[in-house]
T-cell receptor, first 113, second 113 residues
């Protein structure tokens, strides 16, 4: 069973609208949670990294939240742009070691004009 | 600054053939790793290295070899290609072993027929 579950699998929104992507995890213990953006045909690019002591982290129009008690994270995208069309991947680590990361399958976001 | 560079971008192999996926980074990062990405699944770690001369296995190492003779290069060798190795391969690097931003290459699409 995957320890990191993302929802929805895919999402279509209109340009300018906001959206929220969800990440639930069962990874334990917990060290840090990352969100990546992956454009079609490209490698993942880091958006945010949060440790257990942080409950929100922003990167421009992207805001990630973390509730370590309920083991949930969300990525909120404000005023979406066509360039936001991509897959968004949630990654959870039980330790600080970079070889110990659990990847979600991603949410595919399509922003339409 | 090129970041993480992978070659080739696309490759078709016949079952039983061998090949090497090349990965180079110009950021003087100690940590390098290889992942594979399959449809509907999260990225899975194949092998990783914490420095020149040091490599270790990840979650799915069977059928792959790596070496790290320099800080910059981390090639991935497929010993005898199988259709199950059809996937997208990503090389990644980070400064240090723990908790830092991980930078991914653009990916190598491999098809084994």
């Amino acid at each position: 069973k995957n320890q990191v579950e993302q929802s929805p699998q895919s999402l279509i929104i209109l340009e300018g609208k906001n959206c929220t992507l969800q990440c639930n995890y069962t990874v334990s213990p917990f060290s840090n949670l990352r969100w990546y953006k992956q454009d079609t045909g490209r490698g993942p690019v880091s958006l945010t990294i949060m440790t257990f002591s942080e409950n929100t982290k922003s990167n421009g129009r992207y805001t990630a939240t973390l509730d370590a008690d309920t083991k949930q994270s969300s990525l909120h995208i404000t005023a979406s742009q066509l360039s936001d069309s991509a897959s968004y991947i949630c990654v959870v680590s039980p330790s600080y070691n970079n070889n110990d990361m659990r990847f979600g399958a991603g949410t595919r976001l399509t922003v339409k004009p | 600054n090129a970041g993480v560079t992978q070659t080739p971008k696309f490759q078709v192999l016949k079952t039983g053939q061998s090949m090497t996926l090349q990965c180079a980074q110009d950021m003087n990062h100690e940590y390098m790793s290889w992942y594979r990405q399959d449809p509907g699944m999260g990225l899975r770690l194949i092998h990783y290295s914490v420095g020149a001369g040091i490599t270790d296995q990840g979650e799915v190492p069977n059928g792959y070899n790596v070496s790290r003779s320099t800080t910059e290069d981390f090639p991935l060798r497929l010993l005898s290609a199988a259709p199950s190795q059809t996937s997208v391969y990503f090389c990644a690097s980070s400064r240090g072993y723990s908790g830092n931003t991980i930078y991914f290459g653009e990916g190598s699409w491999l098809t084994v027929v």
